[in-house]
Nanobody, 114 residues
C-alpha cells in the first residue's frame, strides 16, 4: 500500500488543522491506520490509531483535542487537530498495518507558533 499525507501547515496556538492520508488500496482491508509524529530530537510516537472495525485510541496528550476518522469510500484517514499547542509541533506521518507488514507515508510538517 502507498500512502500520501497532506494538510500540514503553520498555525497559532489554539488553531486547528486537518491532516489527510490517502491510501492506494481499500482501507477497509487494512488492519489499522495510524498517525505518528516526530519532533526534532525526539523519537517518533504514536498519536492516534483507527482499526478496521473503527475502534480508535489516542495518546493522553491529544485526547479531547484530536480526532482520527476515516472515509472508506475515498480510502482516506484524517486527523482533525483542534486546540493546537506549541508542543504539537512535529512532522506527522501516517502508517498502515496489514498483517505483519506496514507502510509509511511521507511526513507533513505541523508548526504551532505565535
Amino acid at each position: 500500500v502507498q500512502l500520501q499525507a497532506s494538510g500540514g501547515g503553520s498555525v497559532q496556538p489554539g488553531g486547528s488543522l486537518r491532516l489527510s492520508c490517502a491510501a492506494s488500496m481499500r482501507i477497509i482491508s487494512i488492519n489499522a491506520m495510524s498517525w505518528y509524529r516526530q519532533a526534532p530530537g525526539n523519537q517518533r510516537e504514536l498519536v492516534a490509531k483507527i482499526t478496521a472495525r473503527g475502534f480508535t485510541n489516542y495518546i493522553d496528550s491529544v485526547k479531547g483535542r484530536f480526532t482520527i476518522s476515516r472515509d472508506i469510500t475515498e480510502n482516506k484517514v484524517y486527523l482533525q487537530m483542534d486546540s493546537l499547542k506549541p508542543e504539537d509541533t512535529a512532522v506527522y506521518y501516517c502508517k498502515a498495518e496489514r498483517g505483519p507488514r506496514s507502510a509509511w507515508g511521507q511526513g507533513t510538517q505541523v508548526t504551532v507558533s505565535s
